[in-house]
């Protein structure tokens, strides 16, 4: 059983940074994929970003690439998703994932373990 808490939204205007964190409880978390999916209002959730249990390959929408950084710290039991270059269309409730597959993927249905979310807004 993993369960998974995020942190770090936030508003801020388009142009500015956050940096989201994801604690996870569970001692096997380091042998997860985790990957980090958005929602906005009134839109199906979407992903965003994955990484390997390693944290040695990661996978991103192309909406995000180039902007947007997963990371992870296994002793930390934490996952990070680093967002620059903020646009108003990023505003969505950001949700942390844990797969036990160990396959990166972009599909929800793959994911076993999901946060509660965590509100960003980006004001123009």
């Known amino acids: 059983q993993v369960q998974l808490v995020e942190s770090g939204g936030g508003l801020m205007q388009a142009g500015g940074s956050l940096r989201l964190s994801c604690a996870a409880s569970?001692?096997?978390?380091?042998?997860?994929?985790a990957g980090w999916f958005r929602q906005a209002l009134g839109k199906e959730r979407q992903f965003v970003a994955a990484?390997?249990?390693?944290?040695?390959?990661?996978f991103y929408a192309d909406s995000v690439k180039g902007r947007f950084t997963i990371s992870r710290d296994n002793a930390k039991n934490t996952v990070y998703l680093q967002m620059n270059s903020l646009k108003p269309e990023d505003t969505a409730v950001y949700y942390c994932?844990?797969?036990?597959?160990?396959?990166?993927?972009?599909?929800?249905?793959?994911?076993?373990?999901w946060g509660q979310g965590t509100q960003v807004t980006v004001s123009s």
């Open positions: 994932a844990a797969a036990r597959d160990h396959d990166l993927s972009k599909y929800t249905v793959n994911y076993d373990y």
């Open positions: 569970g001692r096997t978390f380091s042998s997860y994929v």
């Open positions: 990484i390997r249990s390693s944290g040695g390959s990661t």
